[in-house]
């Protein structure tokens, strides 16, 4: 079945305390993205990856990390979390940055809380 | 940060009613979507517009595309509380930069 899977799907951690949130995906898909969900401010991108080694910043980079070494892999890191980074968090594949009409297929989401 | 504009942001209704929620926007897009979210699940793509003008129908929803590629509107006909759920936006931007700007939100709610 084609998915995108997130890992873990929810996640209470304490400021400071460093995490990752794990993203693959299983459609060979050459575009690969991070958002956060707030209510009220929609979606709002993370990071984004064209393809293996190529990642750039979204709109709300601040506070976070991505790396991509394989094409199914595109993990989220948080050095250092802080309260403000409490959000529902999801991962989305895009099988080519250059077609228009290419669906974003998400995962389930992330729910993290720093305390 | 370029953003989509949804109105209403909260819709409660009655299942037989009809609505319309829009998404503006000062900024051409390539493409827009509309993608429906369920709680607890990721946004699932319900269709993608991409002519200036261009309507499309799916079942009781019909999405317009605006004649400058700007706005969106999503109408359906006779609500069903099956149709209860966050509606979400998505401009696609193809110049430069590939990304996707997802709209504010429009959480429904439809009353049996």
């Known amino acids: 079945e084609a998915q995108v899977t997130q890992n873990p799907r929810y996640l209470i951690t304490v400021t400071g305390k460093k995490l990752t949130v794990t993203c693959s995906q299983n459609?060979?898909?050459?575009?690969m993205s991070w958002y956060r969900q707030d209510p009220g401010l929609g979606l709002r991108q993370i990071y984004y990856?064209?393809?293996?080694?190529?990642?750039d910043k979204g709109d709300v980079p601040e506070g976070y990390k991505v790396s991509r070494k394989e094409k199914r892999n595109f993990p989220l890191i948080l050095e250092s979390p802080s309260p403000n980074q409490t959000s529902l968090y999801f991962c989305?594949?895009?099988?080519?940055?250059?077609?228009?009409?290419?669906?974003?297929?998400f995962g389930q989401g992330t729910r993290l809380t720093v305390v | 940060t370029q953003l989509l504009e949804q109105s209403p942001q909260f819709l409660s209704i009655q299942e037989g009613e009809n609505l319309t929620v829009y998404c503006n926007s000062s900024s051409v897009f390539s493409s827009l979507q509309w993608y429906r979210q369920e709680p607890g699940e990721g946004p699932v793509l319900l269709v993608t517009?991409?002519?200036?003008?261009e309507v499309k129908k799916l079942k009781r929803l019909t999405f317009q595309f605006g004649d400058a590629r700007k706005d969106s509107s999503l109408h359906i006909t006779a609500a069903q509380p099956g149709d209860t759920g966050l509606y979400l936006c998505a401009g696609v931007r193809t110049s430069g930069t590939y990304k996707y700007i997802f709209g504010t939100g429009t959480r429904l709610k439809v009353l049996a």
């Open positions: 517009v991409v002519t200036g003008g």
């Open positions: 989305a594949s895009t099988p080519n940055s250059v077609q228009m009409n290419t669906e974003a297929f």
């Open positions: 990856s064209m393809n293996v080694e190529v990642t």
């Open positions: 459609m060979n898909h050459e575009y």
